[in-house]
């Protein structure tokens, strides 16, 4: 550098001192006076290899290259110089470029070579399984804090004593946790990193890699926690207690730089694209393990529970999660799919014979696969079974119990069975029917297969008779085993029948409704009074403890509030009768302020006037109904029967 300074230096002097032209200020000709110039220092590209500062690596283009010098440049290849650029016939070698080259292995290049033997790989690919609502995904998202990124906690036991190691990005300037999501049809996004975006549709999928590698092969794994922060303002919808996410074990490496929706890294696409799926490891369900244990945006901070997995993966260490695709071995995250050659090809869907129900196969066109004949239900759940409750309404004295259920994977119907008082093992069993009632392409979604498999159950007056009052439970049944259906225990059968409405002066169906339309609803609940004194009105209905409840935010701004039902107005108008929603019911409340009655819900178009309230000797009606303020936050489509009110 110094020498370069001096050259520098001696250069402006000489270009300073030097004439403009070839005739000096003072006459003179100095065309022919010589003039002494510095040589100057060695510069990569000028065509001369300087034996001090220039080599082939860092000046190819001076030095040239030899074969041996371990580059494979200028005119080498495989066939000129296998020392450098690898065998004949073996493309040179890349990390990424999927093939493990001789100057690649496990530890400098885990893409194409796979994990160490002994390593310790936590690599998994979340997706929904049921998206509850057009907009309900979930965001895992860091919001920009080093403590929000994705982190497992892992307590293990090794040699008598206890340890716990944590594993998150830039945890202590680890380098050996990586999160980002893909979204279908669109390329790598590094905005897209420390966060997983979850969802049906548009699709989008969380990718998480952990290298705990560093706990002995040795160790017993006690506990493993995968803590994740939800989105403070769109992680989780209040109302979303039913999206259902799977966890995947990823059957392949990915590259955190480079991952997209069609490749796992560059030049590398995924056999199916969004990533290729492994044996399932857990679900995770939007009510159960978020918000029945306090994990929302008012509380973003859990936790899920995969210490059986991580004590999986420390048993199968020795394997490797590299183990390579035709070694003879079916190891690691090989399966049929992604490595017939060790696994065996997988069954084929159309081969009815052999003994599985799958593929487009049914009852049908394939009877000796898909026996309509179902062991009975039992406390062994099967993981693969799916399906909910949607709805338990009143019929003419009877009820009816609507839903679907599936076998993940499988076109073929399976069974649901009734349940009163209680589950298999101390309910009463009401009756079966096949799930082979056409659906909407949501349940498909969520089955993961063509078919029908909505179902509808109706009882008798006398069964409702013998048992009102008492919790609902739906068991899928399937083959390969059974499993309860979302919302189980969650509905009741009604209690008598609710009073019909004969003194009510409108039709429903000529009503315009303010917020969403229950006329076709069933009448489920008994509105027994309503009441106006000092400054409240109470509705006596009998669903206030037993419709199911859904978190809502709180008015103050401060945590949530469990609602179940909307109480409404009739008011006529000009002629015309306006329905409107006026208040939330909480878990068995029946009393709000009568001024809400006038509330800023009501005064919307098309009603007209923006200063109603009501006045001394109006006539108004009543009802209570499932939630129906937001077509988005929902429980139950039923409703009450309508009470008359005179207004003090």
């Known amino acids: 550098m110094r020498q370069q300074l001096l050259w520098a230096l001696g250069l402006a002097i000489i270009l300073a001192c030097q004439p403009t032209d070839s005739t000096s200020p003072l006459g003179t000709d100095t065309t022919d006076t010589p003039i002494t110039r510095p040589i100057p220092p060695p510069v990569c590209g000028d065509a001369v290899c300087d034996a001090t500062n220039e080599d082939t690596t860092n000046c190819p283009g001076d030095c040239g290259s030899w074969c041996g010098d371990g580059v494979c440049n200028g005119p080498e290849s495989t066939v000129l110089c296998p020392q450098d650029c690898g065998n004949a016939g073996t493309p040179h070698a890349s990390c990424g470029d999927g093939v493990c080259s001789q100057n690649e292995d496990t530890v400098s290049c885990s893409l194409d070579c796979g994990s160490a033997p002994d390593a310790l790989v936590f690599n998994i690919i979340i997706r929904q399984t049921y998206q509850s609502c057009s907009s309900c995904g979930i965001w895992f998202d860091w919001q920009g804090e080093q403590a929000n990124k994705p982190r497992l906690v892992v307590e293990y036991e090794h040699v008598g004593a206890l340890h716990t190691a944590e594993y998150q990005h830039d945890l202590g300037g680890m380098d050996n946790a990586h999160s980002i999501w893909i979204q279908s049809g669109h390329a790598h996004d590094e905005g897209n990193k420390h966060q997983m975006l979850i969802k049906q549709s548009p699709h989008r999928k969380g990718l998480l890699r952990v290298d705990a590698s560093d706990i002995p092969a040795a160790a017993t794994i006690t506990e493993a926690r995968l803590h994740l922060h939800i989105n403070k303002h769109e992680g989780l919808a209040n109302a979303d207690h039913s999206s259902i996410l799977m966890v995947h074990e990823s059957a392949r490496d990915w590259d955190w730089n480079s991952v997209s929706w069609t490749h796992a890294a560059t030049g590398q696409p995924w056999t199916t694209e969004g990533g290729d ?28 529970d995969f210490t059986p997995y991580m004590q999986l993966l420390q048993s199968e260490r020795g394997l490797g999660s590299g183990t390579v695709c035709g070694d003879g071995l079916c190891a690691g995250p090989e399966t049929q799919a992604i490595c017939p050659q060790d696994c065996g090809a997988p069954p084929d869907p159309d081969n009815c014979g052999d003994g599985s129900c799958n593929g487009d196969e049914n009852a049908g066109t394939c009877p000796q696969d898909c026996s309509q004949s179902f062991p009975p239900p039992s406390t062994v759940v099967n993981a693969n079974i799916h399906g909910f409750i949607d709805s338990v309404n009143a019929d003419n004295g009877g009820a009816v119990i609507q839903g679907w259920a599936c076998h993940l994977g499988q076109v073929a119907a399976i069974e649901v069975h009734a349940f009163a008082g209680g589950d298999v093992a101390s309910g009463t069993f009401l009756k079966s029917t096949l799930a082979n009632v056409s659906n909407e392409q949501a349940v498909n979604d969520a089955c993961q297969a063509g078919g029908s498999h909505r179902y509808q159950l109706s009882l008798s007056p006398s069964e409702v008779k013998a048992h009102a009052g008492k919790s609902i439970t739906v068991y899928g049944v399937a083959a390969q085993g059974s499993a309860p259906l979302a919302n189980s225990d969650k509905f009741h059968l009604p209690v008598g029948a609710p009073p019909i409405n004969s003194d009510v002066p409108f ?58 039902a909307n109480p409404w107005v009739f008011i006529e108008h000009d002629g015309q009768w306006y329905a409107a929603t006026w208040e939330w019911m909480g878990v068995g409340s029946t009393c709000k302020n009568k001024t809400s009655v006038a509330g800023d819900h009501i005064k919307q178009p098309p009603f007209g006037p923006m200063d109603w309230k009501p006045t001394s000797g109006q006539t108004l009606y009543f009802m209570v109904s499932g939630l129906a303020r937001f077509s988005n936050i929902k429980n139950v489509s039923e409703r009450s029967n309508i009470v008359k009110v005179i207004w003090p």
């Open 277 to 304: 799926l492994g044996r399932e490891v857990r679900e995770i369900h939007a009510g159960g393990d978020m918000h029945d244990l306090g994990f929302n945006k008012a509380h973003p901070d859990g936790f899920f």
């Open 507 to 564: 039709d429903l169906n000529t009503v315009k409704w303010l917020h969403v339309n229950v006329t076709n609803w069933p009448v489920t609940a008994n509105l027994s009074s309503v009441s106006v004194q000092g400054g409240t009105i109470c509705m006596e209905y009998d669903k206030k403890s037993s419709w199911p409840s859904v978190a809502i935010p709180h008015n103050s701004g401060n945590g949530t509030v469990d609602v179940v």
